[in-house]
């Protein structure tokens, strides 16, 4: 803990000022202050004095000039006698006489004669010691010149610590003050003769006082003078010129003359403080400034001593409410100009002298306490802020380095103690150099930082935060920020901020924020990002790129067929699969859903495009299992479109690959397929026809056409092929392949699929009801509605609704569906072989369909395609294919549709191959319900005549 010194000053302080006061007190009564304050006095005083009157004295002066005329001093007393006559005949006011008459002279009752004459003489007092040492006399004129004087005037004059005189007493005597002034005593002379008043005689006067007395010289009320410069000064008359120059005399009139000798020897010269600059000055001068002093009013009196001290100890105080408010060294410009601008002031206001000099020291004294208390008190705040700092420094979890001017660590705190590995000792004086190259290979950075900050006195913050190796081999990322301390070149703060947590944080939002959580793939947003870099990239450097949008088949129903954590299995295996069908450098995006999207930049044609369209299909198809052990088989439909050539626009390549993607799917999926033009008239096509078939199925403008299938060998009537027809609003008969694409991807072929099965079954109800002979009827069932097992249901419902046996009902479905996912379809043929009904399989051949599957599947017929049927007479492929599948399903103990039959010579091939039944134009058009009433009353006459002629070329 640091030392608290506030206190003990405050405990100590009253005694400290006590000291001081006592300090003060005695200063008030130190001479050498003394000596300062008459100097302030000799300073202060003429700039502070008022205006003076025009001088109403003259000096009679007896010179050196006056002694050469007149001879050696002393003179006979006539001298003087003759000289009172002539003044008191040119009419001055009064005469002051400064020379001492007090031993008796021969010529004494000339002088009486004259002054008694006059009326207007006063003569002076002089204090002399007392013979023995005993008390002061009064020293007077001879009794015999007293007699006829005007008054007495004492010429008692002060004498200060500096041995200068500058004051006098109004009255001062010998046991009280009896005796005015010379100068007073003369004023009042003055006034006296210029208000008519008769002289009033020394002995008529009762304060008079014999000529000696043992006891003590007492004064009262003290004379100060002003500083005896020119101003108001009395003019000089040599004694002997006097007399000779009647002009002189003329101007003497109505003025008050003072008598005195200023010749060297034999004046009573004063010290006084114009004579301590130029010599030293008569008495006779003294009195007659003292004279016009009174006469002006500038007279000063001193102040009470205690006063002085009550004032002092006030100036001991002002430091304290002073300091602290105004700047320091405004305040001590103000507290010292103070007292003697007091002191002045007191001068000419109330003329009253207030020595200035304790209250000064006082002053300074007292500012230096006040510093002393300040600094105590400062230094107990620092020491707190010190302390407080050090455990700021502590607990702050940022590494603080505070460095000198020269780079060179100062401090460091117990986090940069961590990162160094250095105690706070260890590290100071190292070059922060040094420290910061051994943990950071981005030294240079906060070397830099740290230079610059110096230099310029700037904060610097490192942009990027520096990778730091702590000696444990921790690595940290720190933000590294440099701020300057003190004044020029007082040194800086290094402070590293740690973020390695903040950075993984940023870095795994900002990983979660671009990519999809299910697959780790970059999302939408960033594959947008990456699209509208690669463009700006494929149009600076001329190259292209592609994108691929990928959509997965049939996914909807693995999801819900198989549910979620399925589906979710299948994404990420996609995924993966998708990934490692492309270079590092491209890019494989979840767009949503099944659909995830690929780009692929800086390609130079669209070869490698297809090689990886090629690879991610073989990719997709290979065997999945799911956690559940569920084998799958994937595939998907693949657009593409290509940057810069098909657009500059991200958002238009996108929806390009999208159409491309869709036009695939709708010829089936499991391909890709580059974007063109026309696909944008064919999707909006698209969406516009799911639109009327949704309107379609809801004002039932379907209808089932049947077309007859005919036994071969008999020529009679063994089956009725239910086709769908939409009749349009306007008449219009649209045939399915112009709507059955569009429904099955818009998923309404379930509902279509729905109606179709029930309005067959309600047909053959209906003729069944009219007594027409049982025909078995086929409904088409695309690979959508068979993907779960609902149809099962429908179909159990439509036999159970209409009543129809169940043989009457035989289900096509195509060679692929029943061979897509073997397992779900053997399920679900079953449940439908399971209902009684018949399975056909439509379209063979144009799959690939195994054998061993074909086996297990309760199907009882194959119908083979018109594709293959159509080139029968050539003896080509189809007919070979056609005579296997005949032999391969009568061989399984299937029967065998052959359809597309047209010609006289197909059906013939046919029946040489000894195919069961056939389908086509040769016979029958699809045909409205209506008239299929009379194919099952008999077929019609050219049926039997096609199977006759055939018969008859066979045998
Ligand atoms: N060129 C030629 N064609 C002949 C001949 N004989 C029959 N056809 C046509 O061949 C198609 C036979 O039907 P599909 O192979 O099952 O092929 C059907 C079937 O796959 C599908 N389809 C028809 N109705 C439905 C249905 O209700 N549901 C489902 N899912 N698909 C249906 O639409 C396909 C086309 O049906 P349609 O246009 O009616 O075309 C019918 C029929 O009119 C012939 O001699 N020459």
């Given at each position: 803990?640091?030392?608290?010194?506030?206190?003990?000053?405050?405990?100590?302080?009253?005694?400290?000022?006590?000291?001081?006061?006592?300090?003060?007190?005695?200063?008030?009564?130190?001479?050498?202050?003394?000596?300062?304050?008459?100097?302030?006095?000799?300073?202060?005083?003429?700039?502070?004095?008022?205006?003076?009157?025009?001088?109403?004295?003259?000096?009679?002066?007896?010179?050196?000039?006056?002694?050469?005329?007149?001879?050696?001093?002393?003179?006979?007393?006539?001298?003087?006698?003759?000289?009172?006559?002539?003044?008191?005949?040119?009419?001055?006011?009064?005469?002051?006489?400064?020379?001492?008459?007090?031993?008796?002279?021969?010529?004494?009752?000339?002088?009486?004669?004259?002054?008694?004459?006059?009326?207007?003489?006063?003569?002076?007092?002089?204090?002399?010691?007392?013979?023995?040492?005993?008390?002061?006399?009064?020293?007077?004129?001879?009794?015999?010149?007293?007699?006829?004087?005007?008054?007495?005037?004492?010429?008692?004059?002060?004498?200060?610590?500096?041995?200068?005189?500058?004051?006098?007493?109004?009255?001062?005597?010998?046991?009280?003050?009896?005796?005015?002034?010379?100068?007073?005593?003369?004023?009042?002379?003055?006034?006296?003769?210029?208000?008519?008043?008769?002289?009033?005689?020394?002995?008529?006067?009762?304060?008079?006082?014999?000529?000696?007395?043992?006891?003590?010289?007492?004064?009262?009320?003290?004379?100060?003078?002003?500083?005896?410069?020119?101003?108001?000064?009395?003019?000089?008359?040599?004694?002997?010129?006097?007399?000779?120059?009647?002009?002189?005399?003329?101007?003497?009139?109505?003025?008050?003359?003072?008598?005195?000798?200023?010749?060297?020897?034999?004046?009573?010269?004063?010290?006084?403080?114009?004579?301590?600059?130029?010599?030293?000055?008569?008495?006779?001068?003294?009195?007659?400034?003292?004279?016009?002093?009174?006469?002006?009013?500038?007279?000063?009196?001193?102040?009470?001593?205690?006063?002085?001290?009550?004032?002092?100890?006030?100036?001991?105080?002002?430091?304290?409410?002073?300091?602290?408010?105004?700047?320091?060294?405004?305040?001590?410009?103000?507290?010292?100009?103070?007292?003697?601008?007091?002191?002045?002031?007191?001068?000419?206001?109330?003329?009253?002298?207030?020595?200035?000099?304790?209250?000064?020291?006082?002053?300074?004294?007292?500012?230096?306490?006040?510093?002393?208390?300040?600094?105590?008190?400062?230094?107990?705040?620092?020491?707190?802020?010190?302390?407080?700092?050090?455990?700021?420094?502590?607990?702050?979890?940022?590494?603080?380095?505070?460095?000198?001017?020269?780079?060179?660590?100062?401090?460091?705190?117990?986090?940069?103690?961590?990162?160094?590995?250095?105690?706070?000792?260890?590290?100071?004086?190292?070059?922060?150099?040094?420290?910061?190259?051994?943990?950071?290979?981005?030294?240079?950075?906060?070397?830099?930082?740290?230079?610059?900050?110096?230099?310029?006195?700037?904060?610097?913050?490192?942009?990027?935060?520096?990778?730091?190796?702590?000696?444990?081999?921790?690595?940290?990322?720190?933000?590294?920020?440099?701020?300057?301390?003190?004044?020029?070149?007082?040194?800086?703060?290094?402070?590293?901020?740690?973020?390695?947590?903040?950075?993984?944080?940023?870095?795994?939002?900002?990983?979660?924020?671009?990519?999809?959580?299910?697959?780790?793939?970059?999302?939408?947003?960033?594959?947008?990002?990456?699209?509208?870099?690669?463009?700006?990239?494929?149009?600076?450097?001329?190259?292209?790129?592609?994108?691929?949008?990928?959509?997965?088949?049939?996914?909807?129903?693995?999801?819900?067929?198989?549910?979620?954590?399925?589906?979710?299995?299948?994404?990420?295996?996609?995924?993966?699969?998708?990934?490692?069908?492309?270079?590092?450098?491209?890019?494989?995006?979840?767009?949503?859903?099944?659909?995830?999207?690929?780009?692929?930049?800086?390609?130079?044609?669209?070869?490698?495009?297809?090689?990886?369209?090629?690879?991610?299909?073989?990719?997709?198809?290979?065997?999945?299992?799911?956690?559940?052990?569920?084998?799958?088989?994937?595939?998907?439909?693949?657009?593409?479109?290509?940057?810069?050539k098909d657009s500059k626009d991200a958002a238009t390549l996108l929806s390009m690959a999208d159409k491309a993607m869709y036009r695939g799917k709708i010829e089936g999926g499991h391909r890709y397929a580059?974007?063109?033009?026309?696909?944008?008239?064919?999707?909006?096509?698209?969406?516009?026809?799911?639109?009327?078939?949704?309107?379609?199925?809801?004002?039932?403008?379907?209808?089932?056409?049947?077309?007859?299938?005919?036994?071969?060998?008999?020529?009679?009537?063994?089956?009725?092929?239910?086709?769908?027809?939409?009749?349009?609003?306007?008449?219009?008969?649209?045939?399915?392949?112009?709507?059955?694409?569009?429904?099955?991807?818009?998923?309404?072929?379930?509902?279509?699929?729905?109606?179709?099965?029930?309005?067959?079954?309600?047909?053959?109800?209906?003729?069944?009801?009219?007594?027409?002979?049982?025909?078995?009827?086929?409904?088409?069932?695309?690979?959508?509605?068979?993907?779960?097992?609902?149809?099962?249901?429908?179909?159990?419902?439509?036999?159970?609704?209409?009543?129809?046996?169940?043989?009457?009902?035989?289900?096509?479905?195509?060679?692929?569906?029943?061979?897509?996912?073997?397992?779900?379809?053997?399920?679900?043929?079953?449940?439908?072989?399971?209902?009684?009904?018949?399975?056909?399989?439509?379209?063979?051949?144009?799959?690939?369909?195994?054998?061993?599957?074909?086996?297990?599947?309760?199907?009882?017929?194959?119908?083979?395609?018109?594709?293959?049927?159509?080139?029968?007479?050539?003896?080509?492929?189809?007919?070979?294919?056609?005579?296997?599948?005949?032999?391969?399903?009568?061989?399984?103990?299937?029967?065998?549709?052959?359809?597309?039959?047209?010609?006289?010579?197909?059906?013939?091939?046919?029946?040489?191959?000894?195919?069961?039944?056939?389908?086509?134009?040769?016979?029958?058009?699809?045909?409205?319900?209506?008239?299929?009433?009379?194919?099952?009353?008999?077929?019609?006459?050219?049926?039997?005549?096609?199977?006759?002629?055939?018969?008859?070329?066979?045998?």
């Open positions: 803990m640091p030392r608290r010194h506030g206190p003990i000053l405050e405990r100590y302080g009253v005694w400290l000022v006590a000291a001081l006061f006592a300090c003060i007190t005695g200063l008030g009564v130190w001479s050498p202050l003394h000596r300062l304050d008459l100097l302030a006095y000799d300073a202060i005083e003429p700039v502070f004095r008022g205006p003076a009157l025009t001088p109403a004295s003259v000096i009679v002066a007896i010179d050196d000039d006056t002694l050469d005329a007149l001879g050696q001093w002393p003179w006979s007393r006539a001298v003087h006698a003759e000289m009172i006559d002539r003044l008191d005949a040119a009419g001055v006011a009064a005469i002051g006489v400064s020379i001492l008459f007090s031993e008796p002279g021969p010529d004494d009752t000339r002088l009486a004669a004259s002054i008694a004459a006059s009326g207007r003489v006063v003569l002076p007092v002089a204090p002399r010691a007392g013979s023995g040492g005993e008390g002061v006399i009064e020293l007077l004129a001879t009794a015999k010149l007293g007699e006829g004087a005007a008054a007495y005037g004492h010429v008692d004059v002060e004498l200060d610590a500096d041995g200068l005189s500058r004051r006098t007493f109004a009255q001062a005597g010998s046991g009280s003050p009896h005796w005015d002034a010379l100068a007073l005593a003369t004023l009042k002379q003055a006034s006296r003769a210029s208000d008519g008043g008769a002289a009033q005689r020394v002995g008529a006067d009762t304060w008079i006082r014999p000529v000696t007395s043992r006891t003590s010289w007492m004064r009262r009320g003290e004379i100060l003078l002003p500083y005896p410069d020119g101003r108001g000064a009395p003019a000089y008359l040599s004694y002997f010129d006097v007399p000779s120059r009647p002009e002189l005399l003329r101007q003497l009139q109505g003025k008050t003359v003072f008598i005195g000798a200023t010749a060297s020897g034999i004046d009573a010269a004063l010290a006084t403080p114009a004579g301590a600059q130029g010599g030293r000055m008569a008495a006779v001068e003294f009195h007659a400034r003292a004279f016009e002093a009174l006469r002006s009013g500038l007279v000063y009196r001193s102040a009470d001593p205690v006063w002085t001290v009550v004032l002092s100890l006030a100036f001991l105080v002002l430091p304290a409410t002073l300091f602290g408010r105004v700047p320091a060294t405004l305040a001590f410009a103000g507290l010292l100009v103070a007292p003697p601008l007091g002191s002045g002031l007191a001068l000419n206001t109330l003329q009253l002298w207030i020595p200035p000099m304790t209250a000064l020291v006082g002053l300074i004294l007292g500012s230096i306490l006040w510093f002393a208390l300040h600094l105590v008190r400062t230094r107990g705040s620092l020491n707190l802020a010190l302390n407080d700092a050090d455990a700021t420094l502590r607990s702050i979890a940022d590494a603080v380095i505070t460095l000198d001017a020269s780079a060179r660590i100062t401090l460091t705190n117990p986090v940069a103690e961590q990162l160094s590995g250095l105690s706070r000792s260890g590290a100071r004086g190292q070059s922060i150099d040094a420290l910061v190259r051994n943990h950071t290979e981005q030294a240079g950075w906060a070397i830099e930082a740290v230079l610059a900050c110096l230099k310029t006195r700037r904060t610097i913050r490192v942009p990027d935060p520096i990778r730091w190796t702590t000696p444990d081999g921790e690595a940290h990322m720190l933000r590294l920020t440099a701020t300057p301390v003190g004044g020029t070149g007082d040194g800086a703060v290094l402070a590293l901020t740690d973020v390695t947590d903040t950075l993984a944080m940023t870095a795994r939002l900002q990983h979660e924020a671009t990519h999809d959580p299910l697959t780790g793939l970059p999302n939408r947003a960033l594959l947008l990002d990456r699209l509208h870099q690669a463009l700006a990239n494929a149009e600076r450097r001329g190259s292209l790129l592609a994108l691929l949008f990928v959509d997965l088949d049939r996914f909807k129903r693995i999801n819900d067929s198989l549910g979620h954590s399925a589906g979710d299995h299948v994404l990420r295996v996609a995924a993966e699969r998708l990934q490692s069908s492309v270079r590092a450098g491209d890019t494989v995006a979840r767009w949503g859903g099944d659909e995830f999207i690929i780009l692929l930049d800086n390609i130079t044609d669209t070869h490698a495009v297809v090689a990886v369209a090629d690879k991610l299909l073989g990719l997709l198809e290979r065997d999945l299992r799911t956690e559940s052990g569920t084998d799958l088989v994937l595939s998907c439909s693949v657009g593409i479109s290509i940057g810069p580059f974007y063109s033009p026309e696909m944008n008239t064919w999707s909006r096509e698209r969406l516009s026809l799911e639109a009327a078939l949704h309107h379609a199925l809801a004002n039932r403008e379907f209808e089932l056409f049947y077309q007859p299938q005919i036994d071969i060998a008999t020529s009679r009537l063994v089956g009725l092929e239910s086709l769908i027809r939409w009749r349009r609003p306007d008449g219009g008969l649209v045939r399915p392949d112009a709507f059955i694409p569009a429904a099955e991807e818009s998923g309404l072929i379930c509902s279509i699929g729905d109606w179709a099965i029930g309005e067959a079954l309600q047909q053959g109800a209906r003729w069944r009801a009219e007594g027409l002979p049982p025909v078995p009827l086929s409904v088409n069932v695309s690979a959508r509605q068979c993907s779960d097992m609902r149809i099962v249901d429908t179909i159990r419902h439509g036999l159970a609704d209409t009543g129809l046996e169940p043989g009457l009902l035989k289900v096509e479905v195509t060679e692929s569906t029943a061979m897509h996912s073997a397992e779900r379809a053997a399920e679900l043929l079953h449940s439908i072989d399971a209902l009684g009904v018949g399975l056909s399989v439509d379209d063979f051949g144009t799959g690939y369909s195994s054998l061993s599957l074909l086996k297990r599947f309760p199907i009882s017929e194959l119908k083979i395609d018109r594709s293959f049927v159509g080139d029968v007479g050539r003896e080509g492929d189809d007919a070979a294919i056609v005579r296997g599948t005949i032999a391969l399903a009568h061989g399984l103990g299937m029967s065998v549709v052959a359809e597309g039959v047209e010609t006289q010579a197909q059906l013939r091939f046919l029946a040489g191959q000894g195919c069961d039944a056939a389908q086509g134009y040769l016979f029958s058009q699809p045909l409205p319900a209506a008239e299929v009433r009379e194919w099952l009353k008999a077929p019609p006459p050219h049926v039997p005549r096609s199977i006759h002629l055939i018969s008859g070329t066979l045998h």
